[in-house]
């Protein structure tokens, strides 16, 4: 907004957003490594393959009784 309203230059404002998404990402990690039912993925351990994933995935959910 601070962009629109001439307030700051479109590199600046750029720099912000960028800023701010940093933050706010790092934020959600913070609260999804306090939250002890979250199950970690690491995307190499299924060669980034998007079926493997959601395979493991539907599989996990199946275990815990989230789904049949």
């Not at 479109?10 to 306090?34: N, P, V």
């Not at 393959?49 to 493991?56: A, F, M, N, S, V």
């Not at 275990?63 to 049949?68: D, P, Q, S, T, W």
């Amino acid at each position: 907004m601070d962009y629109l309203s001439g307030e700051c230059t479109l590199e600046e404002a750029i720099a912000q957003i960028k800023l701010s998404t940093r933050h706010f990402a790092k934020r959600q990690l913070t609260w999804f490594r306090r939250e002890e039912e979250v199950i970690w993925l690491n995307k190499q351990d299924y060669d980034y393959d998007e079926d493997k994933i959601l395979g493991k995935m539907l599989s996990d959910l199946r275990r815990e009784g989230v789904i049949k």
